[in-house]
């Protein structure tokens, strides 16, 4: 039998342990990552059970996965409201601070639909092992872009003292092009000690569809560890 490293191992706790908030009847928002997967597979195995859930993904790796494990899918133009979303994060701002609680998403540039899903949730709880939690956001923040705006965007963005870099594409030739057909520009500002303030300076500049500082907006954090789950409520 194979041994799972504790990274995997403290993945797939999270994700599980999130999985079992979901109820008969919820709307789900289906994160993307690799510990949301977990999550997913957790309540595709509910669903065989007899729970009865509709799933709105954040991207096709999502889709896909929820296809595969036969949670029924839906959107948000089609129900009245997301009951749960669960997502992972990039960075978790883990310590007593202002900004206890705030995100970077983006690693997986799916972060315009998944603030979308995540915002109209009732409830949004992260999942993540240890490794993504921090006493401050350092990570670049991924920012979608519209592909005619991106090198005039990236101009503003270092006027707000960021070094952006277009995301290059893996095992092709060009840059990521995200679900929304947009460009991702990873922008690099060091210790963030603000994250509001360069939330609301990021939103306003043109061209700018969405960015991957996600504050205010989890209510809980499931942290898989090698000996259960830790969960930070906020």
């Known amino acids: 039998m194979k041994t799972e490293g504790g990274s995997t191992a403290a993945k797939r706790r999270a994700g599980e342990r999130a999985a079992e908030a979901v109820e008969d009847g919820f709307v789900v928002g289906l994160g993307t990552g690799s510990t949301t997967a977990h999550a997913i597979r957790a309540i595709g195995r509910a669903v065989d059970d007899g729970l009865a859930v509709r799933g709105i993904p954040t991207s096709f790796q999502s889709r896909q996965l929820a296809l595969e494990v036969g949670i029924p899918l839906t959107d948000l ?28 998403k983006g690693g997986g540039a799916a972060h315009a639909r998944e603030k ?9 709880v992260v999942v993540a092992d240890p490794s993504k939690l921090t006493d401050r956001l350092e990570r670049p923040v991924p920012v979608e ?22 995301r290059d594409a893996e095992r092709k030739d060009g840059p990521v092009v995200t679900d929304n ?16 303030e360069l939330a609301t300076r990021l939103s306003r ?30």
């Open 181 to 196: 057909g947009n460009l991702v520009l990873d922008c690099a500002f060091g210790p963030i000690d603000d994250p509001d």
């Open 205 to 234: 500049l043109p061209g700018v569809v969405e960015h991957g500082l996600f504050v205010g907006v989890a209510d809980a954090t499931y942290v898989g560890t090698d000996d259960g789950v830790e969960v930070r409520r906020y």
């Open 116 to 124: 979308l899903v995540d915002t109209a949730a009732d409830r949004f």
């Open 77 to 104: 133009d089609a129900v009245d409201g997301v009951d749960l979303a669960i997502d992972g994060a990039d960075q978790v701002v883990d310590g007593e601070t202002g900004a206890h609680g705030a995100l970077i």
């Open 145 to 166: 872009v519209l592909p005619d705006a991106h090198t005039v965007t990236a101009d503003r963005i270092e006027e707000l003292g960021g070094d952006p870099t277009l």
